[in-house]
């Protein structure tokens, strides 16, 4: 099947050949396929489609939601037939919409019949449909603080070592098993309150599973969360790692705070609360480490979430110096 990426450089096609007065624009994407898919540009207001074409029989009850930055309609096609539309209403989330079309596409192609497509599109939907919805919304204080962790890991312990190229280590915004993955070393970030036990949430039997791996690090920010007074703000960690990336870095940076949730047209939200570091602390995960992994668990059981109590750790503390020099040694290796 064709590997066809959908990029900007597809949108760019599309929009260079506007119709005289409203109407779609679409070309159909990965022809080789036996699903109908296509992308469109919507006139007169140049709103960015997703579409597939399925017999009408193959939609049964499938209804799929609009969300803040997304708008869903079912348009008649030819006899027989129903178009599903998937039309972008929030212009400053097309770099989240981008993908979100590859990877709807690539799922549906596969499928082997109409229902099965409608099915695929329906699954995706719903896995991108939070993010996508931070077209209103925006990120939760547990999430702003998680990003205001992650920054922090990214700009003081891989932007020095890495350079532009912490933007690649950086992994957090794909929902992957680590926050960061450079030269083959995981580093799983996680942030408490100063008013909270200090425990961790460890949300998978995978986030703590170094095989395959050069290094796994825990690192731990104890934060006091302010709404006045003295502190760094969301809003400055972004501006701070920001201002320190070339041009490449920073649209690649951009583009994964917007996975994330983060949109600029938001940032007056951020402005508060204000974090102030009270300790950071790292922790090899290594064999006898206390965790759950997979191997652990009995056959049927997962998606495994617990406490870590970090006192239970300090056998594994190590210096940030001890983790970025296993950072550079894990660089010579690779």
């Known amino acids: 099947m064709s590997a066809e990426v959908i990029d900007e450089a597809l949108w760019s096609v599309l929009a260079a050949e506007p119709p005289r007065g409203a109407g779609l624009v ?4 990965r022809e080789d396929s036996k699903r109908n898919l296509f992308l469109g540009i919507a006139y007169p207001g140049r709103e960015r489609v997703l579409a ?3 017999s009408t029989d193959a939609v049964g009850d499938t209804v799929l939601p609009n969300t803040g930055a997304l708008r869903t309609t079912q348009e008649p096609g030819d006899p027989g037939e129903i178009e599903l539309r998937i039309v972008l209403t929030v212009p400053e989330m097309a770099a989240v919409f981008t993908p979100f079309c590859d990877d709807v596409v690539s799922a549906v192609a596969e499928a082997e019949n109409d229902r099965d497509g409608v099915r695929a599109l329906a699954e995706r939907f719903a896995y991108w449909r939070r993010l996508l919805a931070a077209g209103d919304t925006g990120l939760s204080s547990v999430e702003a603080q998680a990003l205001f962790g992650e920054l922090w890991v990214v700009t003081e ?9 912490a933007m690649e280590a950086w992994r957090g915004p794909d929902h992957e098993d680590r926050d960061v993955l450079v030269h083959g ?7 408490t309150r100063g008013d909270e ?23 731990a920010l104890k934060l006091e969360v302010l709404r006045g007074g003295t502190g760094g703000t969301l809003n400055q960690a972004v501006a701070t790692l920001r201002s320190s990336l070339g041009p490449e870095a920073a649209a690649i940076f951009r583009d994964k705070l917007l996975r994330y949730g983060y949109l600029d047209q938001h940032s007056a939200r951020y402005d508060a609360p204000a974090y102030v570091i009270r300790e ?7 064999e006898g480490f206390p965790r759950v992994i997979e191997p652990d668990l009995p056959v049927g059981v997962g998606s495994v979430t617990y406490r870590l109590a970090l006192s239970a750790c300090e056998p ?9 020099a296993a950072i550079l040694a894990a660089g010579r290796q690779s």
């Open 26 to 29: 679409k070309r159909r994407v």
């Open 52 to 54: 597939l074409v399925v």
């Open 157 to 165: 312990m891989i932007l020095p070592i890495a350079g532009d190229r």
């Open 185 to 191: 070393l995981g580093i799983e970030v996680k942030t």
């Open 197 to 219: 036990p200090t425990a961790v949430t460890i949300t998978n039997e995978a986030q703590l599973n170094a095989e395959g791996l050069a290094a796994l690090y825990l690192v």
């Open 280 to 286: 950071v602390a790292a922790y090899e995960v290594e």
């Open 316 to 324: 594994w503390r190590r210096t940030l110096a001890e983790v970025n």
